[in-house]
């Protein structure tokens, strides 16, 4: 009976104790409908990846030029005249043409543009060569048209520092100009039409028909000896040219960190961060392309280096690390070691990249203003690069064969040999020699007798063991050891077979496809790769990865901004990392989506992780059995996952790697990912790398909560966060506790 009176204020206190409970249902539940972050879906033509070929190409070589507006040719004649006519500047004295001069590459020879007063501008002018191609201009992308680009020299007070009211006056004074204004535009003499003009003269300036293209085409004697040596060192993962620079237009358009000394270090130029937060963006600038790169000397964004040469001396010593910019420089600069005549025959082969079509390079004898214009210039890089000739092609033709290859002898002699629908046979034995391909329709087969295969050996000194373009293209039967580059690199080709190849110590990545289409990778063994052992990246299906042992590698399989990927009945063991699944920025391609990772054995991949620590897998944690980032509907079911001891499957996004507040090309969340019915044991015992720094325990499933409408379907296995969003749930619920652990985890990163 003495307790009877605290029963009232018993309740009292659970209404009051449960006003927060019930306000925190309240908001939970309100969660599940509030508005969630997606990523804007890219259209097709701008995903990128695959091969990209031409319709009539049958190589990597020949790859489809991006798809540009026509030109009026009516526009780009006047725009010509006016790109020449100093009249548009402020004192008559300087043209488009004083910075972009035609007999030096549309550049002007100088390390840094010249201003209107004589002045050393910021940096230095550009070449525009194929500038109709570009998706940003300026070297730091500020402008994403090219009448965009137009109007800040043209008003700038330190460039031709035009006051438009005036020019337009001085313009519609010269009969000449209102003439051709008013049959070009229905509105005659305006600042837009002047940009447009002159925008349209300068999407006119195509270099297309070089020496390499002819090459590209099925000429193999447009290129001469030397500059066939050096196209294989621009392209060898040696040198890792070919990754920014790529073929046709030997750009990829997109922004890096080389670590380019400044010219006054005191006052240092930080780039593309400047304009945008992207992902290294701080010293990171636009990569420009090598079209008639011979003539347009000084280089760099400052012109800090005269020579083609120098520029070769800064990417062999790695960037700009040795050159006292402290700067971690992006992840394809790490330096390199060639020979005299490497070095010789790479700059002969970048003068092979040269065409001036002479209509586009003819000055106007005058202008309609009647000022003077600039004039011809003798530019000495032209002597060397009309040194470089090659006699006509006259193709073979005949039935398709096989051509056997003895111990002793050169793959690559019966390479050079072989026709498409040849198939050439090496007989086992030790083959000292990197292998080049430009053929399509081969098949080169290693003849296996027992344990008894042919071996290329690079020796520790060679790059690749083959580099392949060729369409249609078999490669099985081989042994490769000991290369420094890659063990297999095929770029640009479409409809590949890796077969039956043990891959040993053959630098960064065992079997290379990028930016291919239709590939196919069974029954191999790769072992103590520095990168993967199996990368296909920026790639389109189908890519089937099958049958393959990967173990002691840093990373086992990896499909990288690729779509539509089945990889399946692998065993990857003893790896830093089991199997990746990447959606990286600053690519080609710019999704990574439909990946079904099944039937694996994915086990005790817990070796120290020995890649290089600038590199995003050099930050992959020892103990990783899957790990998606940003990549969207992949599917991992039916493996068994067991002895990874940071965790079994985890899904993440780039937000692990750069702040939230990252402007990126690419969609950054991981959407519509579904993990569901594989078999853990033993994962997540000792948590290692990031997992370990952001201090929480490992787990077979882990989840760092960006994207609200990815899935986990794993009764029985340890989770983190402890309760993951299933497929059969309600959208809403899914919206809730995907916000409620977008807080959480939030605060913990």
Not at 74 to 80: I, K, W
Not at 172 to 188: K, M, Q, S, V
Not at 489 to 514: C, F, M, S, W
Not at 618 to 643: K, S, W
């Amino acid at each position: 009976m003495t307790d009877a009176p605290s029963c009232p204020r018993r309740k009292l206190w659970r209404w009051i104790l449960g006003i927060p409970v019930l306000f925190l249902c309240v908001v939970i539940t309100a969660f599940g409908f509030l508005p969630v972050p997606e990523d804007t879906p890219i259209p097709l033509a701008e995903q990128g990846g695959g091969a990209r070929q031409g319709n009539e190409a049958t190589t990597g070589l020949q790859l489809a030029w991006p798809e540009v507006p026509s030109v009026d040719a009516d526009q780009a004649a006047l725009g010509r005249l006016l790109f020449y006519d100093p009249v548009l500047s402020a004192n008559d004295d300087l043209a488009c043409a004083s910075c972009h001069h035609p007999d030096l590459g549309f550049s002007d020879g100088r390390v840094l543009s010249q201003g209107a007063h004589g002045e050393d501008l910021r940096r230095n002018a550009p070449s525009l060569w194929n500038v109709a191609y570009a998706t940003s201009l300026f070297w730091d992308g500020r402008a994403s048209s090219l009448e965009e680009q137009m109007l800040v020299p043209l008003t700038n007070p330190n460039e031709m520092a035009a006051d438009l009211d005036a020019m337009l006056a001085q313009l519609n004074a010269i009969p000449e100009y209102r003439d051709l204004f008013a049959a070009t535009f229905a509105d005659g003499i305006t600042t837009g039409n002047v940009v447009t003009a002159i925008a349209a003269f300068e999407r006119t300036l195509r270099s297309q028909n070089s020496p390499f293209d002819r090459f590209a085409a099925g000429d193999f004697n447009a290129l001469t000896p030397a500059q066939r040596r050096g196209f294989n060192v621009f392209r060898s993962a040696q040198t890792r040219c070919f990754e920014c620079h790529a073929w046709p237009l030997f750009t990829h358009n997109n922004f890096h960190v080389l670590g380019v000394p400044d010219i006054n270090p005191e006052s240092p130029d930080t780039g593309r961060v400047e304009i945008i937060n992207g992902p290294d963006a701080t010293r990171a600038f636009r990569t420009p392309g090598l079209r008639n790169v011979a003539l347009s000397a000084p280089y760099m964004h400052n012109g800090v280096f005269a020579t083609l040469e120098e520029v070769v001396d800064f990417y062999e010593k790695g960037g700009g690390r040795a050159f006292g910019v402290d700067v971690t420089p992006d992840e394809f600069i790490h330096g390199f070691d060639l020979t005299d005549q490497q070095r010789s025959d790479l700059i002969a082969f970048l003068y092979a990249l040269t065409d001036e079509p002479s209509e586009l390079i003819a000055i106007p004898e005058s202008v309609p203003s009647g000022l003077p214009i600039v004039e011809h210039i003798v530019n000495p890089a032209r002597e060397l690069v009309d040194e470089s000739t090659a006699p006509p092609y006259n193709p073979d033709t005949r039935e398709p064969q096989t051509i056997t290859v003895k111990s002793g002898e050169s793959i690559q002699a019966a390479i050079d040999g072989a026709l498409p629908g040849d198939t050439v046979e090496v007989e086992p034995g030790v083959y000292y020699e990197t292998v080049y391909i430009d053929t399509a329709n081969l098949t080169v087969r290693g003849l296996v007798d027992g344990d008894e295969r042919p071996w290329l050996d690079g020796e520790n000194v060679r790059s690749d063991g083959f580099n392949t373009t060729g369409d249609n293209f078999t490669l099985e039967g081989f042994g490769i050891r000991n290369y420094i580059g890659n063990g297999v690199l095929t770029t640009g080709a479409e409809h590949l077979i890796y077969r039956d190849l043990i891959i040993d110590n053959a630098g960064l990545y065992g079997l290379y496809p990028v930016e291919t289409t239709d590939v196919l990778i069974e029954n191999c063994v790769a072992t103590r790769i520095a990168d993967a052992a199996i990368y296909v990246g920026q790639s389109r299906g189908p890519i089937i990865v099958r049958n393959n042992e990967v173990y002691n590698n840093v990373t086992g399989i990896e499909i990288e901004n690729s779509t539509n990927a089945e990889v399946y009945d692998n065993h990857a063991h003893d790896n830093t990392g089991g199997i990746l699944v990447f959606l990286l920025p600053n690519n080609p391609s710019k999704v990574g989506y439909n990946t079904r990772v099944y039937n694996n054995l994915i086990e005790n991949n817990n070796h120290e992780n020995f890649g290089n620590p600038d590199s995003v897998v050099g930050l992959v944690p020892p103990g990783t059995g899957v790990m998606i980032m940003t990549a969207d509907n992949t599917e991992v079911y039916n493996n068994i996952i067991r002895g990874n001891q940071s965790f079994g499957v985890a899904l993440t996004s780039l937000y692990i790697l750069y702040d939230r507040d990252t402007v990126f090309d690419l969609g950054p969340l991981p959407e519509n990912n579904w993990i569901h019915d594989n078999t853990y044991e033993n994962n997540g015992y000792d948590p290692q790398g990031l997992v370990k720094d952001i201090g929480v325990g490992g787990a077979d499933v882990m989840w760092t909560g960006e994207g609200w409408n990815n899935a986990f379907d794993e009764p029985g296995a340890s989770m983190f966060p402890p309760v993951l969003p299933g497929r059969n749930w309600p959208d809403p619920a899914k919206r809730a506790i995907w916000r409620v652990y977008d807080i959480l985890i939030g605060l913990l990163l």
